[in-house]
Protein backbone atom coordinates (compact mmCIF):
# COMPACT_ATOMS: atom_id res chain seq x y z
CA UNK A 1 0.00 0.00 0.00
CA UNK A 2 1.07 3.42 -0.92
CA UNK A 3 -0.07 6.66 -0.36
CA UNK A 4 -0.04 8.70 -3.29
CA UNK A 5 -1.17 12.77 -3.14
CA UNK A 6 -2.73 13.85 -5.66
CA UNK A 7 -2.11 17.81 -6.73
CA UNK A 8 -4.20 20.48 -7.75
CA UNK A 9 -6.89 19.36 -10.41
CA UNK A 10 -6.68 15.60 -9.68
CA UNK A 11 -7.66 15.61 -6.35
CA UNK A 12 -10.78 17.61 -7.74
CA UNK A 13 -11.49 14.63 -10.04
CA UNK A 14 -10.61 11.98 -7.38
CA UNK A 15 -13.97 13.70 -5.01
CA UNK A 16 -11.88 15.90 -3.35
CA UNK A 17 -9.28 13.78 -1.66
CA UNK A 18 -5.72 15.44 -1.78
CA UNK A 19 -4.80 11.99 -0.63
CA UNK A 20 -5.44 8.28 -1.21
CA UNK A 21 -3.49 4.71 -0.29
CA UNK A 22 -3.04 2.42 -3.51
CA UNK A 23 -2.04 -1.11 -3.10
CA UNK A 24 0.20 -0.83 -6.48
CA UNK A 25 3.79 -2.23 -7.23
CA UNK A 26 4.33 0.20 -9.91
CA UNK A 27 3.67 3.55 -11.54
CA UNK A 28 1.54 1.28 -14.32
CA UNK A 29 -0.50 -0.23 -11.77
CA UNK A 30 -0.53 2.69 -9.69
CA UNK A 31 -2.58 4.55 -12.64
CA UNK A 32 -4.48 1.98 -13.75
CA UNK A 33 -6.31 0.95 -10.07
CA UNK A 34 -6.48 5.30 -9.70
CA UNK A 35 -8.10 4.97 -12.78
CA UNK A 36 -10.61 2.51 -11.94
CA UNK A 37 -11.58 3.41 -7.99
CA UNK A 38 -11.83 7.11 -9.18
CA UNK A 39 -13.24 7.12 -12.73
CA UNK A 40 -13.00 11.04 -12.63
CA UNK A 41 -8.98 10.75 -12.76
CA UNK A 42 -8.89 8.36 -15.96
CA UNK A 43 -9.56 11.59 -18.66
CA UNK A 44 -6.57 13.30 -16.99
CA UNK A 45 -4.39 10.21 -17.04
CA UNK A 46 -5.28 9.77 -20.37
CA UNK A 47 -4.18 13.62 -21.34
CA UNK A 48 -0.69 12.41 -19.32
CA UNK A 49 0.28 12.48 -15.82
CA UNK A 50 4.02 13.07 -13.95
CA UNK A 51 4.64 10.95 -11.33
CA UNK A 52 7.33 12.50 -8.62
CA UNK A 53 9.07 9.23 -6.72
CA UNK A 54 10.99 10.63 -3.48
CA UNK A 55 11.45 13.92 -5.50
CA UNK A 56 12.07 12.13 -9.05
CA UNK A 57 9.98 12.83 -11.82
CA UNK A 58 8.87 9.92 -14.56
CA UNK A 59 6.87 10.79 -17.49
CA UNK A 60 7.26 7.25 -18.99
CA UNK A 61 8.85 5.21 -16.90
CA UNK A 62 5.52 3.08 -16.00
CA UNK A 63 7.59 -0.11 -14.73
CA UNK A 64 9.26 2.09 -12.09
CA UNK A 65 8.36 0.29 -8.62
CA UNK A 66 7.20 1.95 -6.05
CA UNK A 67 9.09 1.77 -2.75
CA UNK A 68 7.60 1.45 0.57
CA UNK A 69 7.57 4.50 2.11
CA UNK A 70 8.67 6.30 -0.70
CA UNK A 71 7.16 10.24 -1.00
CA UNK A 72 4.30 10.10 -3.94
CA UNK A 73 2.65 12.99 -5.89
CA UNK A 74 0.88 12.57 -9.12
CA UNK A 75 0.77 16.25 -11.20
CA UNK A 76 -1.68 17.02 -14.09
CA UNK A 77 0.17 17.54 -16.96
CA UNK A 78 1.18 21.34 -17.67
CA UNK A 79 0.20 23.15 -20.57
CA UNK A 80 1.12 26.02 -22.34
CA UNK A 81 3.97 27.90 -24.26
Given amino acids: MVEV ?10 GGKNKVEIEAKDIRELLRKLAEQ ?3 LEPLI ?18 KEL ?6 FLLPRLAGG
Avoid: C
Avoid at 5 to 14: E, I, Q, V, Y
Fill in 67 to 72: PKGAEI
Fill in 5 to 14: TLWGSLGAAA
Fill in 38 to 40: YPG
Fill in 46 to 63: DRGIAVAIDGTIYRDTWS
